[in-house]
């Protein structure tokens, strides 16, 4: 069994959880759970209510991430989680993370939603932090950024395992930012129009970004008043010397690239000109972490084998 290092992120991943609302975790714990078992439990009556214990085994490696999530799910079933590792952790696996007590029917109807969380999350703060890690490798200091591309219901899990992984959220929501897209130009009849209304309806409290296909259409964003400029699907080639063209007009505009961005590829979008770089594979695309809670009946808990595939 290997002890995992602590992984240095930009914030204190720690700290994160102050960020979640209790009463809105409160009520996706519910949810979860209620999903998982709306009716008869049965195999309550041959696990029993005696009390018991378990071990969360991490069998993969990347960063922990989503232990308010875990703890919030088995304190709604009056379990108590006791960690071994912060949140944030890189895992070497096979690693002891934390232990769990309480009635044995509690710890089995948690299981399976604390551990889908807990690797989702995981998952996606490995990819993150893969991420920056690449970009700064690069030698570049902008921002690394998920997108609005989650998955419904989950996205206070999948926005914090961006956080956790030392990337930031972008906007949590609609009203995070007004984001002018390529269907909006459509609909308000053009870029300086669409902008102009994004610009009367942000008024003083929030940003505009315009998304943009080409230089022309970046200019006449800017000169409306946008405050980001969104360079979508541009290749590498094309997108530093438009980035370049418009900070050279506009210094004070920030300048994001999206699409079509991998882990492979990042280092390709990195330049002194990008501020903010966004992916939607991060959460779309971030493989699950491996874990598994084991009951043991005596203190010493067997580690559990790793099946390579």
């Not at 232990?67 to 079933?77: K, V």
């Not at 209304?197 to 409306?224: G, I, N, P, T, Y």
């Not at 959460?283 to 808990?301: H, I």
Request: contains cysteine; neutral net charge; charged residues 20%.
């Amino acid at each position: 069994m290997h002890q995992p290092r602590r992984l240095q992120v930009t914030m204190d991943a720690e700290g994160l959880a102050l960020l979640l609302p209790p009463v809105t975790l409160a009520a996706l714990v519910d949810s979860w759970l209620r999903e998982d078992c709306p009716g008869l439990n049965y195999a309550a009556l041959v696990s029993g209510a005696g009390p018991s214990q378990a071990v969360l085994w991490a069998k993969s490696p990347g960063v922990l991430a989503g232990r308010p999530f875990f703890d919030a799910i088995f304190t709604q079933l009056n379990c108590k989680v006791s960690w071994f590792l912060p949140e944030g952790s890189k895992l070497v696996p096979v690693a002891r993370v934390a232990e769990v007590r309480g009635p044995a029917h509690s710890l089995l109807l948690g299981e399976r939603v604390a551990l889908n969380t807990l690797a989702r999350c995981s998952g996606i703060a490995s990819a993150a932090a893969a991420a920056v890690e690449a970009a700064r490798g690069a030698g570049w200091t902008g921002h690394v950024a998920g997108t609005r591309k989650t998955t419904p219901g989950f996205r206070l899990v999948e926005k914090y395992g961006l956080l956790v992984g030392g990337a930031a959220s972008h906007r949590y929501d609609l009203g995070g930012l007004v984001m002018v897209k390529d269907n909006h130009v459509v609909a308000a009849g053009g870029v300086e129009k669409a902008v102009r209304a994004a610009r009367q309806a942000a008024d003083f409290a929030l940003k505009v970004e315009v998304e943009c296909s080409s230089l022309q259409e970046a200019v006449q964003a800017a000169e409306a008043g946008a405050d980001l400029v969104l360079l979508d699907n541009f290749k590498p080639k094309e997108l530093h010397p438009t980035a370049a063209a418009l900070k050279a007009q506009f210094p004070s505009v920030a300048v994001e690239a999206s699409g079509g961005i991998t882990l492979d590829n990042l280092p390709q979008f990195c330049g002194p000109h990008i501020d903010v770089i966004s992916m939607g594979m991060l959460t779309q695309a971030a493989p699950a972490l491996d874990f598994s809670l084991k009951l043991f009946a005596k203190e010493a808990a067997p580690v559990p084998k790793i099946h390579w595939s």
